[in-house]
């Protein structure tokens, strides 16, 4: 399948006043291309940083980090990344369909891959077409976090990075866009990196949960759900090996923080 992370010795910090801190240090990660793989972690241990240094948002200090092969500057240039952040991120002066197509319009001239035009399509799948007309502070925050997902799909970007994008939502609603990205990401064989606070989530969406410790972030814990799931990564979240997994993840998550 190929590599979609592969992170060695990795060092990744913010500026400060007279030396930058840093948040990851010496972190390994591989992760192969087609998974879905959930990261979870204490607040403040480097989930959205690690997000943010695979997306080219920051670079690292020290260590090496590829994507898809490559740097992460090289994939971000050809949107090969979809990043759905912690809090959505939609443009207010622009309508519900007008930022789903926001990537359509802006950096035209330095794309390599024309993006097709899949607006009403990814609308429609995102059970947004009826509102599509809306700006965002007329939607709820469900709605609003469904046109970042929709906005993020549309390049058909072949790594999805989400950072808790249904951690605002009510539990049914977040049942149910969990089974909609479990399809999407069948149906496509896009790579995703989810973030969660939630470990129910973690593990009913994950082929693979790690978990990251902070100061110095790393990863702490790595759990093939391979073997404890059905094929296709289906799974019943009252199934005894399944809410066995999740106390073994809670006991982790516990170490961690
Ligand atoms: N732009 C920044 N400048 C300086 N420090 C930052 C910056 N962004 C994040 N940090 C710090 O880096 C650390 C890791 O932050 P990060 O946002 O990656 O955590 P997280 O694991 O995503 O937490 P949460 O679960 O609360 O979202 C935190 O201590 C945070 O204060
Ligand atoms: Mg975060």
Redesign the pocket.
């Known amino acids: 399948m190929g590599s979609a992370i592969h992170a060695a010795g990795l060092d990744v910090g ?1 500026p400060g006043p007279h030396h930058p ?1 840093t ?1 990851l240090s010496g972190l390994d990660l591989d992760v192969e291309a087609g998974t879905f793989l959930s990261i979870l ?1 204490p ?7 690690l997000l943010r240094v695979v997306a080219d948002l920051i670079e690292p200090l020290a260590g090496e980090i590829r994507v898809l092969g490559e740097t992460p500057r090289s994939v971000r240039s050809r949107r090969d990344v979809g990043f759905v952040f ?1 809090d959505s991120t939609l443009l207010p002066w622009r309508t519900v369909r007008d930022n789903v197509r926001l990537p359509l319009h802006i950096g035209r001239g330095s794309l390599t891959r024309p993006i097709e035009d899949k607006t009403e399509e990814l609308l429609a799948l995102m059970s947004l077409s009826a509102l599509a007309d809306r700006f965002p502070h007329q939607l709820s925050g469900g709605q609003r976090q469904r046109a970042a997902i929709a906005r993020a799909l549309l390049g058909e970007p072949r790594l999805l990075l989400m950072d ?1 994008p249904f951690g605002a939502l009510d539990e049914i609603t977040r049942d149910r866009l969990n089974d909609e990205l479990l399809n999407l990401w069948r149906r496509t064989q896009t790579t995703i990196l989810f973030v969660t ?1 939630s470990i129910a989530e973690a593990v009913y969406l994950g082929e693979r949960v790690i978990v990251l410790a902070a100061n110095p972030g790393r990863v702490v814990a790595d759990r093939d759900l391979k073997t404890v799931k059905l094929p296709g990564n289906r799974c019943s979240r009252e199934d005894p090996a399944i809410v066995a997994t999740m106390a073994g993840m809670r006991a982790a998550l516990e170490a961690a923080s």
């Open positions: 913010y801190t948040v972690g607040s403040g241990c480097g989930k959205s940083t912690q808790e606070h």
